[in-house]
T-cell receptor
Framework: GAGVSQSPSNKVTEKGKDVELRCDPI?????LYWYRQSLGQGLEFLIY????????KSGLPSDRFSAERTGGSVSTLTIQRTQQEDSAVYLC?????????????FGPGTRLLVL | SQQGEEDPQALSIQEGENATMNCSYK?????LQWYRQNSGRGLVHLIL?????REKHSGRLRVTLDTSKKSSSLLITASRAADTASYFC???????????FGQGTRLTINP
């Protein structure tokens, strides 16, 4: 079946603008994760959705970042009033149950450049 | 930091040689996972090893886990040019609800 997909692949925006990044998880996966990866760095956890539970937002770096997951499937990560330090690759992953004991399946990422 | 730390940060070897990467962590874990990333894009899961396991194999990959030393190693045998990538260890700490990634090892296989 299809893997995790993300759109857009690349996004260039001007400082101060808002951006929306989209993630389509693997069908049937109840857990969805967002990570951020700066150039040459490891992954930084942002937010975690599990079924109908309240999301774990503990990794969001500021209140400019928010995420939604509609209908337990597609998720949108929104960055308001973008700053240059927001430039990074934003990766989405999903897993079957999200017990952290499982494999996470990653999308190709969205490369965000804030000018 | 609870992060796993990979060692070395970069490794360059000749095709056909074996590559060994190490990961160390600081607190007790439930499991440890290794991922590969090509060209700064999505990660691909390689192996998951649980805290009560000591060694796992998958094709040319061999992962060991030493919980007494809080360390793991990933061995790639008979390396190929296609193995060129960044390799990350990720740990699930006991009592935590996050998968924490290290900074990665950049592996280059020279033809």
């Amino acid at each position: 079946g299809a893997g995790v997909s993300q759109s857009p692949s690349n996004k260039v925006t001007e400082k101060g603008k808002d951006v929306e990044l989209r993630c389509d998880p693997i069908s049937g996966h109840t857990a969805l994760y967002w990570y951020r990866q700066s150039l040459g760095q490891g992954l930084e956890f942002l937010i975690y959705f599990q079924g109908n539970s309240a999301p774990d937002k503990s990794g969001l770096p500021s209140d400019r970042f928010s995420a939604e997951r509609t209908g337990g499937s597609v998720s949108t990560l929104t960055i308001q009033r973008t700053q240059q330090e927001d430039s990074a690759v934003y990766l989405c992953a999903s897993s079957f149950q999200g017990a952290y004991q499982e494999t996470q399946y990653f999308g190709p990422g969205t490369r965000l450049l804030v000018l | 930091s609870q992060q796993g730390e990979e060692d070395p940060q970069a490794l360059s070897i000749q095709e056909g040689e074996n590559a060994t990467m190490n990961c160390s962590y600081k607190t007790s874990i439930n499991n440890l996972q290794w991922y590969r990333q090509n060209s700064g894009r999505g990660l691909v899961h390689l192996i998951l090893i649980r805290s009560n396991e000591r060694e796992k194999h998958s094709g040319r990959l061999r992962v060991t886990l030493d919980t007494s030393k809080k360390s793991s190693s990933l061995l790639i045998t008979a390396s190929r040019a296609a193995d060129t990538a960044s390799y990350f260890c990720a740990t699930v700490f006991q009592g935590a609800q996050k998968l924490v990634f290290g900074q990665g090892t950049r592996l280059t296989i020279n033809p």
